[in-house]
């Protein structure tokens, strides 16, 4: 079994930045095994990729709203996988979730991941 846990999130204001993490936990959890994904919810839309990133050769795949402005990366060692954001937008207010997967290569849905963190809150004022 394995436990993801979000932090980072918070209020910021448009054009401003945050640092999100995602600690993973359990005996048996390989980060080394793992594809890493994040995910955000605003309130009355579906969850949407926001970024994705293997796990041995860390390709990487961003959704299009983001790409330019969020970098996805990992450290295996510390079983961590972070989502840097710049250049924020009140449209980029959602609740962001961090999520794992078994599934080699690039892996955009939701179904696919195996593991999920409970959610950080991003509130991006104009």
């Known amino acids: 079994q394995g436990q993801l846990v979000e932090s980072g999130g918070g209020l910021v204001q448009a054009g401003g930045s945050l640092r999100l993490s995602c600690a993973a936990s359990?005996?048996?959890?390989?980060?080394?095994?793992?594809?890493m994904g994040w995910f955000r919810q605003a309130p009355g839309k579906e969850r949407e990729i926001v970024a994705t990133?293997?796990?041995?050769?860390?390709?990487?795949y961003y959704g299009d709203s983001v790409k330019g402005r969020f970098t996805i990366s990992r450290d295996n060692a510390k079983k961590t996988a972070y989502l840097q954001m710049v250049s924020l937008k009140p449209e980029d207010t959602a609740i962001y979730y961090c999520?794992?997967?078994?599934?080699?290569?690039?892996?955009?849905?939701?179904?696919?991941?195996?593991?999920w963190g409970q959610g950080t809150q991003v509130t991006v004022s104009s």
């Open positions: 990133i293997t796990s041995r050769r860390g390709n990487t």
């Open positions: 999520a794992a997967t078994r599934t080699t290569g690039i892996v955009v849905a939701p179904l696919m991941y195996d593991y």
């Open positions: 359990g005996r048996t959890f390989s980060m080394y095994d793992m594809g």
